[in-house]
């Protein structure tokens, strides 16, 4: 009844708050020990001397049921941690205290393995969600391939998708990097089978796999399987020649991958509609990865995008055999911040004031369309689906955060940017106030007409 009263209320109801006190309070307790009556002596096997903790064992084990259960006939107890955990420790202990921690890139995985050691359920969501939301940072080693690697052996799936999605669509940034060497070989392999990967060309690739290999010396099996994966068909013919002479792990391993040199080479001399009557053009091997250099696609920087429609146009190789090498085909590009959907178009009303239903701006969402300017016969055989890059700002650099692909058929994504709030300036879909895009154009050959060889 008290309590309701308190809270019916009217002008002099108010919230009394020293929740900052409190936190205070419970910090000096830890740092002063006073009142203390539980011990935690931490050791590593690199030291002789343990860490010493006076703590409080209500306070643990309102926090952690691990320390619950140790602490449950004994007051001192004497915990082996390895150097990376024993390290953040103290850093652990405050969080059990006062329910919060920074953390920096390096301590994101021992801290992770403490809070999920003693079953601190929140700080092991928390520790999560930072990794998820730091993929971006800049560190001097790389760490994405390290957190990867680290979800993989806890299970955590969410966050193993999050890093292999971030590698994906940021690979050329990765391929220069420090940490491309410490890719494991079940990562590599689950990159090359992937047809959203970002970078410059398949030569780009092919060049870093080079690198990979010559470092890690894989046994014969595991190198037939990396090289096996690399898309032939996309690379010139004469960066091709260029490989099969300068190239020593090509060399070492020609064997393992001669008939599909040779296969490539046949599709770059062949029409595309000739050489698909013998091989069957529907796999991975013909199809192109997110490539971006300009025969590709283009970039577009829309600036201030919430204000009116924009076009633009460019033009790219018709395939990526050398047969089409001279062709190209002209792309239009629409691109409109507040289109509205059929059902929310102003119609008039039948009123005397012949009024037009209001329409809010907020009722629109941004729509991109991408056309052919052009028909032509060179077209048979060949689909072209669109990817379309958002580059946002993460940390202080630009990286591709979200990617929309098209059906083959449609001109359109459906979802672009359909959560994207594009009249705030605060929007982390714009860069300095204006949309980043990157449009790719990857064409995809068809058999049409099946032949025995």
């Known amino acids: 009844a008290a309590q309701k009263a308190d809270l019916s209320g009217d002008a002099t109801a108010a919230t009394i708050n020293h929740s900052l006190t409190l936190l205070q309070r419970l910090q000096e307790l830890l740092q002063n020990g006073n009142g203390s009556d539980s011990v935690l002596r931490v050791r590593t096997a690199a030291s002789d001397e343990a860490k010493v903790f006076h703590t409080h064992q209500l306070l643990l084990s309102l926090q952690s049921e691990v320390f619950e259960s140790l602490l449950h006939n004994q007051s001192t107890i004497t915990l082996h941690e390895p150097p990376e955990t024993a390290a953040l420790f103290e850093k652990f202990i405050r969080y059990l205290y006062c329910g919060g921690v920074s953390i920096l890139l390096h301590q994101a995985i021992p801290m992770h393995q ?14 999560a969600d930072y990794m998820k939301t730091h993929l971006a940072s800049e560190s001097s080693q790389g760490h994405v391939v390290g957190w990867y690697h680290y979800a993989v052996r806890i299970g955590d799936v969410a966050l193993q998708e999050s890093c292999l999605q971030f590698l994906a669509w940021n690979l050329s940034a990765v391929l220069g990097s420090a940490e491309w060497g410490s890719v494991s070989v079940e990562l590599l392999l689950l990159l090359l089978e992937r047809s ?100 590709w696609g283009s970039q577009w920087v829309i600036n201030n995008p919430a204000r009116d429609d924009r076009s633009t146009s460019f033009q790219t190789q018709l395939g990526p055999s050398s047969h089409d090498a001279g062709k190209r085909v002209t792309w239009n590009v629409l691109f409109s911040p507040r289109w509205l959907p059929v059902s929310l178009r102003p119609v008039y009303s039948d009123s005397v004031s012949g009024a037009v239903q209001p329409v809010r701006i907020e009722d629109g969402h941004p729509r991109l369309v991408i056309t052919p300017a052009m028909s032509s016969p060179d077209f048979a055989g060949v689909s072209f689906q669109k990817t379309v890059l958002v580059g946002v700002r993460q940390q202080g650099r630009v990286v591709v955060k979200h990617a929309y692909s098209f059906h083959q058929s449609s001109d359109e994504a459906a979802d672009f940017l359909a959560h994207a709030d594009l009249q705030k300036r605060t929007s982390e879909y714009l860069i300095d106030n204006s949309l980043h895009l990157h449009i790719i154009i990857k064409p995809v050959y068809h058999s049409l007409i099946k032949v025995k060889k």
Request: charged share 20%.
């Open 196 to 295: 959203d990967l970002v970078l410059h060309s398949e030569l780009e690739l092919y060049t870093a796999v080079e690198s990979w290999l010559s470092r890690r010396q894989p046994e014969g099996p595991v190198a037939k399987r990396v090289l096996r994966a690399i898309r032939y068909p996309m690379i010139a013919p004469s960066q091709l020649f260029r490989l099969q002479v300068q190239s020593p792990v090509l060399a070492r391993h020609y064997g393992a991958v001669q008939d599909l040199l040779f296969q490539a080479f046949q599709f770059h001399a062949a029409s595309p509609l000739h050489f698909a009557k013998y091989f069957d053009v529907n796999c991975s091997m013909f199809l192109p990865r997110n490539y971006l250099a300009p025969s």
């Open 114 to 127: 403490l809070a999920s050691k003693y079953r601190v359920w929140g700080l092991q969501r928390g520790v």
